[in-house]
C-alpha cells in the first residue's frame, strides 16, 4: 500500500505520537496529568497538549454521500479556542443564568440557558434491546486474495486493505452492566469497502439459540431480567432462561457452549467470532459455495475462571473495555485472522448430514478446515464513545456484491430486525448517514427526505425512469459490478407453518 493511503498515515501518526520522534515516551497525552502540576486559575488561553489523544486519530473524513470531503479528522468538533454556542456564536460566561439582578428571577430570554439545558435533556438516545453493553476500534482488513476463488468481492482480492470498525458486547446487559458476566458476547465488523459497506454481525460462539427468528423476542424475554423486578441483571443463567431451554432441546448446542470457558473471556483480544449462518459466495464466473465465517484472534482463545469473573466484577466492571483500549494505546494491536469453512453448494444445502441452514449446528473442523482469507488489526480507539460505539449501526443485509445470503429463516429475520431497529433507536432512516455508518463508496440513491437527513439532493426527478435528469442514475449490470443475487433454485412445497 502506498504511503498515500490514509490508513497507513493514521498508522504511524498513532506510533509517532505514542513513542514520541526519537521513540522516547511522548510529552504529554491530552486528558491526562502532564509532567507540570497546573495553576489553580482558570486557563484562559490554549495549552498543549489539545486532543484528541495519539491513538484516537481516524481515517479521512467522508460526506453523508461517501465522498471525501478534505476536512481534518482531527477537528471536525470541539475545535478553536473559544466556547461557542450551537450557532457559532461565542459565549462570554456559562457559569451563570441571565437574572434580573445577582438574586433575581432567570428571565425567559436566556437563550444560551435554554440551548444548554434542552440539548442536556435530551442526550440519551434509547439503548439497544441486545447487545447494549459494547466497546470498539478502528483498524483495518487486509486480504491474502485466498478467497478470489470462491468471491468476487473486491476487499478480498489479493492485498487489499480496507478501513474497518468492530464492536465489541455482552448481549443480555443494560448498558451500564459489568464486562466480565457469563454471556454469550458480540463480535460485528463492519468493511468500508470500495464497493459499500459490508456488515459481518456474528458472536464468539458459533450456534444460536434457535432456529427460527419468529422465536427470538421470546429466548430474549428469558433471558432478560424478571419482568417483576427487574433482575439479575446480565446473567442469562436464572429461571426464566433455565425454563426457555429446557422446553426447547434446540438451545441445548448453545447453552452448553456458553456454560462453558466460552461464556467469561479473558479479554476482546483473545475471543473467536463467527458469522453463525451460512452465507453464500459468488465468484466472477457465476460459481456459488456456501461458508462459514470464522475470526480466529492471533493472541490465542483465553477464559476467566468464574471466581475471577466474580472478583473483577466487583473490582473492575468495565476491565474488558480498558483492556481493549489500554492495548490499542500502547501499540500492542489485537488481531484476527478471517477465515472461511467452504462447502458444496448443493440442492439440499447440508454437508454430511448437516443442515447448513440451521444455526443451532455447527460444522466440525475436522470435517471443513477454517481457510484463512485475511487479517484484522485494530488500531486506533474511538474519539467519542457516543459518536462512534454507540452510534454504530450493524446490519445483517449490509452486503457487497460476491456475498448473499442464504434461506436460513433465522437470517431471515434477521435481515428485517436489524434494519427496524436502528430506525427507533437512531431517530429515522438516515442513520446511514451518520458520520460512522458513512460507507466510503460514492453513494447515488433515490432516498429522499425523513428525519435527520443530511444530505443535500439536487437534480428534480428522484424516481427512474426519467428524462429531467439526463435519465440519471442508471442501473448497473454485472459488468459495471452490481450486487445481484445469485440464482437460486427454491424447492416446490406448500405454504406451512413448521
Not at 162 to 169: D, I, L, N
Not at 249 to 269: L, V, Y
Not at 316 to 334: K, M, Q, S, T, V
Not at 473 to 489: K, Q, S, Y
Request: one cysteine or more.
Amino acid at each position: 500500500m502506498s504511503e498515500a493511503n490514509p490508513l497507513k498515515r493514521a498508522v504511524h501518526k498513532v506510533t509517532e505520537g505514542l513513542h514520541g520522534e526519537a521513540g522516547g515516551p511522548p510529552d504529554g497525552i491530552p486528558g491526562r496529568p502532564g509532567p507540570e502540576s497546573p495553576t489553580v486559575a482558570e486557563p484562559t488561553e490554549p495549552r498543549e497538549p489539545l486532543p484528541p489523544k495519539p491513538d484516537q486519530s481516524g481515517p479521512d473524513t467522508v460526506s453523508p454521500t461517501g465522498q471525501p470531503t478534505g476536512a481534518d479528522q482531527a477537528r471536525v468538533a470541539q475545535s478553536g479556542s473559544y466556547l461557542t454556542d450551537a450557532q457559532g456564536t461565542r459565549l462570554y460566561d456559562t457559569d451563570h443564568s441571565l437574572k434580573a439582578g445577582p438574586r433575581g428571577p432567570v428571565l425567559l430570554q436566556d437563550h444560551h440557558l435554554r440551548e444548554k439545558v434542552m440539548h442536556f435533556d435530551h442526550e440519551r438516545i434509547p439503548e439497544r434491546v441486545v447487545h447494549a453493553r459494547g466497546a470498539g476500534a478502528h483498524g483495518v482488513f487486509q486480504s491474502y486474495g485466498t478467497a478470489a476463488s470462491v468471491t468476487k468481492a473486491g476487499f478480498l482480492a489479493a492485498d487489499v486493505e480496507t478501513p474497518v470498525f468492530t464492536r465489541f458486547s455482552t448481549v443480555v446487559g443494560s448498558r451500564g452492566s459489568s464486562d466480565t458476566v457469563r454471556d454469550t458476547r458480540g463480535f460485528a465488523t463492519k468493511f468500508y469497502t470500495s464497493e459499500g459497506v459490508f456488515d459481518l454481525v456474528g458472536n464468539n460462539i458459533p450456534v444460536f439459540f434457535i432456529q427460527d427468528a419468529i422465536k427470538f423476542p421470546d429466548v430474549v424475554h428469558a433471558a432478560k431480567p424478571h419482568p417483576d423486578r427487574e433482575i439479575p441483571q446480565a446473567q442469562s443463567a436464572h429461571d426464566t432462561f433455565w425454563d426457555f431451554v429446557s422446553l426447547h432441546t434446540e438451545a441445548t448446542n448453545h447453552t452448553i457452549f456458553f456454560m462453558g470457558d466460552r461464556g467469561i473471556p479473558r479479554s476482546f483480544r483473545m475471543m473467536e467470532g463467527f458469522g453463525v449462518h451460512t452465507f453464500r459466495l459468488v465468484n466472477a464466473e457465476g460459481a456459488t459455495t456456501l461458508v462459514k465465517f470464522h475470526w480466529k484472534p492471533k493472541l490465542g482463545v483465553h477464559s476467566l475462571v468464574w471466581d475471577e469473573a466474580q472478583l473483577i466484577n466487583g473490582v473492575d466492571p468495565d476491565f474488558h473495555r480498558r483492556d481493549l483500549a489500554d492495548a490499542i494505546e500502547a501499540g500492542a494491536y489485537p488481531q484476527w485472522e478471517l477465515g472461511i469453512q467452504t462447502f458444496p453448494d448443493n440442492p439440499e444445502q447440508t454437508f454430511e448430514g448437516i443442515d447448513l441452514l440451521d444455526p443451532t449446528n455447527f460444522v466440525p473442523e475436522e470435517l471443513a478446515p477454517v481457510q484463512p482469507v485475511g487479517l484484522l488489526t485494530l488500531n486506533r480507539n474511538p474519539s467519542n464513545f457516543f459518536a462512534e460505539t454507540e452510534q454504530v449501526a450493524f446490519h445483517v443485509g449490509h452486503l457487497v456484491p460476491g456475498i448473499d445470503v442464504t434461506d436460513d429463516p433465522l437470517l431471515a429475520g434477521r435481515l428485517f430486525s436489524y434494519l427496524d431497529t436502528q430506525i427507533t433507536r437512531l431517530g429515522g432512516p438516515n442513520f446511514p448517514q451518520l458520520p460512522i455508518n458513512r460507507p466510503q463508496a460514492p453513494v447515488n440513491d433515490m432516498l429522499r427526505d425523513g428525519m435527520h437527513q443530511s444530505a443535500v439532493h439536487r437534480g428534480v426527478a428522484p424516481y427512474r425512469p426519467n428524462s429531467l435528469d439526463g435519465g440519471c442514475p442508471f442501473t448497473a449490470g454485472a459488468d459495471t459490478n452490481a450486487f445481484i443475487e445469485a440464482p437460486v433454485r427454491v424447492p416446490e412445497g406448500r405454504k406451512v407453518r413448521e
